[in-house]
């Protein structure tokens, strides 16, 4: 059975950091390309961040490159998002992903091509 579950969401002002953590279990996880969406009340969910099998290439939505960074250690099969200069308009709540199949190399960009979803954790920007 494959769980994931998500921490380290909370209550940051803007401007502020951030951390998520994804633990995967039921998974050849070296093998597992990793997302991150989020949904913001009243808004469908969106992509944010994608990491490869391997790690070793990562895909970004605009509204994250250059304060986000996706990050992957598949020797405690965890994903990870760091959020810097966070802003009122990356509050939401945020989700992991796994990729379907087997992907070294490849990172998915649609919610369509993720096979099992974690909870959930809310991340909430305000002063």
């Known amino acids: 059975q494959v769980q994931l579950v998500e921490s380290g969401g909370g209550l940051v002002q803007p401007g502020g950091s951030l951390s998520l953590s994804c633990a995967v279990s039921g998974r050849t996880f070296s093998t597992t390309a990793m997302g991150w969406f989020r949904q913001a009340p009243g808004k469908e969910r969106e992509f944010v961040a994608a990491?490869?099998?391997?790690?070793?290439?990562?895909g970004y939505a605009d509204s994250a490159k250059g304060r986000f960074t996706i990050s992957k250690d598949n020797a405690k099969n965890t994903v990870y998002l760091r959020m810097n200069s966070l802003k009122p308009e990356d509050t939401a709540v945020y989700y992991c992903a796994t990729g379907r199949g087997s992907s070294n190399l490849s990172y998915y960009l649609r919610s369509y091509e993720y096979d099992y979803w974690g909870q959930g954790t809310q991340v909430t920007v305000s002063s």
């Open positions: 990491i490869s099998g391997s790690g070793g290439r990562r």
